[in-house]
């Protein structure tokens, strides 16, 4: 048996809240995922002027991030046409994210969960996880 | 144009505490979901002893709740053998939910949403639901 | 955070081997799944005579008694027209099982992982799942 | 009629365990799947640091090769934006894998199976499978 960190639900809404403020910062709603090691929601949050499309997106960008542990992003550049991971979106019945917004939480050599977030540009998406990820590191100091 | 009420976020937080609050009174970790008028996630918070499974069963629940206008106990009577509704499960792929725990949310004539909730017996998830309908109950009063 | 403790390989092998050692006893090739605490596959075997519809069977057994921490006969009871939880089986995207073979694994409070079991009568699958949950019971020990 | 041969579970092991000495000489815990010749799973191992997102992946390649009787590699080029296999990813409900790591097992003429690995780059999760095609020519010499 091996023994692992976990995330608890007032982990996940920490985080949530500070992809909130980062949101509400850059002025673009946005809906908001917490998964944990093994890909499943521990808590989502879909402001008021989110997409109805992206609340699949965060969740499946939360799974992948958590899932595959590696930011959604890098499976971006992966899987353009020519590269090695290329096609590996439809895989998970399709929920394999490769769209910039998701991103893994570590603790130490270990997955705990994964932040995704949607509805603004991809970059933007990145930009609120980050400050989920931020905060996260925080709680873990 | 009609116009229609809508749940805001602060609204389907306000009512996931409610649901919190009684989850912790019965002593059952709990599945907790909000969606909108259309079916579609709003709030989602799966508290730490919750069941993996019932995450998708408690969104499916708000689903059926709020997209068929009713409560998920309700269709597990017209859908028993024999009944008209039977095999409507299967449609929705799979998500139409037939078990207590799934209640609509109306603002007069007006469907706005529902609330799934699952972990426990079904008679608790309903209750727990019940809770966060009467938390609505008194935002609209 | 949360600390809890998880299935390794090596856990999850030696697990296997007692239901295979059960299932030669009994004289019933079997498909064996063991899943993790979030429903996932950890290894997977299929004797050489077991069916091949029970491949996906005995791992949404698995996936079922970990993730929903019961064992699927239970569900199979409360999952009978007029019950409770009836239609439950086509949640999960229908892998939610409603068959004996299925047992989940505790450690302590923490459910680490689940025994799927299928190709033979649901009691004989049950019997197979439990040779490995008594191994378990020893690993622990 | 026709006569064929067939992998056994133990064949199946056998050329796992060449998967897994392989792996561990290179470092990069893997997912590693063996299918028949129907593209049924025979065998399944997630090593203790492989990615959740890989099991469906592993097994995916594993099907991918053995049904389509190719390796995994060779669709990524025949499915690329202006080829002829343009968008095959998506049959078979997106199993269809174009990533390198799926390999088809051949006893003479005959097709019997596949290997399938996932959780490193795919050159690494190629080099992996073919540790096992290896291993299976010395079980059929």
């Known amino acids: 048996m091996i023994t692992v960190p976990k995330l608890s639900l007032a982990d996940?809404?920490?985080?949530?809240?500070?992809?909130i403020d980062k949101a509400m910062e850059?002025?673009?709603?946005?809906?908001?995922?917490?998964?944990?090691?093994?890909?499943?929601l521990i808590a989502f949050q879909r402001m008021d002027g989110a997409r109805i499309t992206s609340i699949t997106i965060s969740i499946d960008k939360a799974f992948t991030a958590s899932a595959a542990r590696k930011?959604?992003?890098?499976?971006?550049?992966?899987?353009?046409?020519?590269?090695?991971?290329?096609?590996?979106?439809?895989?998970s019945q399709g929920r394999f994210s490769l769209i910039a917004g998701?991103?893994?939480?570590?603790?130490?050599?270990f997955?705990?969960?994964?932040?995704?977030?949607?509805?603004?540009?991809p970059d933007q998406d990145?930009?609120?996880?980050?400050?989920?990820?931020?905060?996260?590191?925080e709680i873990i100091a």
């Open 111 to 121: 997955i705990v969960g994964g932040i995704g977030c949607s509805s603004g540009h």
């Open 71 to 91: 930011p959604t992003r890098e499976y971006a550049q992966s899987a353009q046409p020519g590269q090695p991971a290329y096609g590996i979106n439809t895989s």
């Open 126 to 137: 990145e930009a609120v996880a980050q400050a989920g990820v931020d905060r996260f590191m």
């Open 12 to 19: 996940a809404n920490n985080i949530v809240s500070a992809c």
């Open 26 to 40: 850059i002025g673009v709603d946005m809906d908001i995922a917490i998964t944990d090691d093994g890909g499943h």
């Open 102 to 109: 998701g991103l893994p939480l570590f603790a130490k050599e």
